[in-house]
């Protein structure tokens, strides 16, 4: 009887040493009490098997210990049923929860991930792991490499096989992606300025990221569109440190309020007001962007723009899905949203 799915080669599912039994499909079949086509549609995830069939097969293959003959499956199909993963800097909460989202959709899809993490974000490391994945027969790529260098590597790739960009996505989903956080930022600034303050400092990310640029140029415009002074922006690296330093170099006599291009940079500038003596939000209003679970627990909390990185990661696996089977996916932007907390207040003059 033939399947739709390929089985080992010894179809009695003994191993080559004859002492221990593999559980095959026909295994599976017999114990459910349908087909073996039956089967390798409930494996490969079809929509066309009955719910209350997929359910004992389910039980059956969970009874077995049944597992699909991935490389035997791919000889057939020419899909390996893996995607290929390329980050870095994982530490940061939005790649973290990125790289969570991704697993997520990729399994629930029956996909494995095959992850490779980089010491840093070089266009020659991004091309070398975008070629090592290639060569182990991945069905295409998702990056999660937010400066622009590795990016246009990742677009080099894609011309040989299916790579999709996190989080900007693909195609339009990257202009999406980009003026979804300049509107949030664009809320960011208005909120300080809706509370009377005359106008916003700034303290972005690294001027090579895509994500740093849109918050930057949101927090200008909200500026420039109220006739505020613009002043100069200073930028970090994403981290508290960075966020801690560039106090330094602010006005502070003058500053009220302070838009901060990330959460993780933001507890850096409230540890070193604090250590000025100035009082957040009765001296100086502060807000962030991201939403880290830790966000809510600052002292104060913190007022910061909500980002859903797991979404953007499932996202990714779909688009990228889409890919594989001819289909145009439209991933749309995640939006973000402002969160309110006690971080910011009016500023001292209208109290």
């Not at 490969?44 to 097969?57: M, Q, Y």
């Not at 893996?82 to 990729?106: D, K």
Request: aromatic share 4%.
């Amino acid at each position: 009887m033939s399947t739709d799915e390929p089985e080992h080669a010894d179809v009695t599912g003994n191993s080559p040493e004859g002492d221990v039994r593999v559980p095959v499909l026909a295994d599976v079949a017999q114990l459910a009490g349908v087909s073996q086509q039956t089967v390798s549609r409930v494996v490969r995830g079809s929509p066309s098997v009955a719910r209350r069939t997929r359910e004992r097969v389910q039980a059956a293959i969970t009874e077995l210990g049944y597992r699909p003959n991935v490389a035997a499956r791919a000889l057939v199909t020419r899909r390996s049923h893996r995607i290929g993963v390329v980050a870095a800097n994982a530490s940061l909460y939005g790649a973290a929860m990125t790289l969570s989202g991704i697993q997520e959709a990729a399994r629930a899809a029956g996909y494995a991930v095959s992850l490779v993490m980089l010491p840093d974000l070089a266009t020659a490391h991004v091309q070398e792991a975008l070629e090592d994945l290639r060569g182990q027969y991945v069905d295409g790529a998702i990056a999660v490499v937010p400066e622009d260098a590795s990016q246009e590597a990742v677009r080099a790739a894609d011309a040989a096989f299916p790579c999709v960009l996190a989080p900007g996505l693909d195609g339009a989903g990257v202009a999406d992606a980009y003026w979804a956080e300049v509107a949030a930022a664009r809320a960011a600034t208005d909120h300080l300025l809706d509370l009377g303050h005359r106008t916003v400092h700034h303290i972005g990310g690294p001027g090579d990221w895509a994500e740093s640029r849109a918050r930057s140029t949101g927090w200008r415009t909200a500026l420039v569109e109220r006739m505020r002074v613009v002043p100069r922006p200073l930028r970090g690296d994403w981290s508290a440190a960075s966020g801690y330093a560039a106090v330094a170099d602010l006005p502070l006599e003058s500053v009220t309020a302070l838009f901060v291009g990330n959460d993780h940079m933001a507890v850096g500038v409230l540890n070193a007001l604090a250590q000025k003596g100035l009082r957040v939000p009765q001296d100086v209003s502060v807000v962030g962007f991201d939403d880290v679970p830790e966000a809510a627990f600052y002292s104060p909390p913190l007022t910061t723009v909500h980002q859903d990185f797991a979404e953007i990661g499932r996202r990714c696996v779909r688009v990228l899905l889409g890919r594989l089977r001819d289909r145009v996916v439209e991933p749309g932007a995640v939006r973000p949203a402002l969160v309110v907390r006690s971080s910011t207040a009016p500023p001292p003059v209208l109290r």
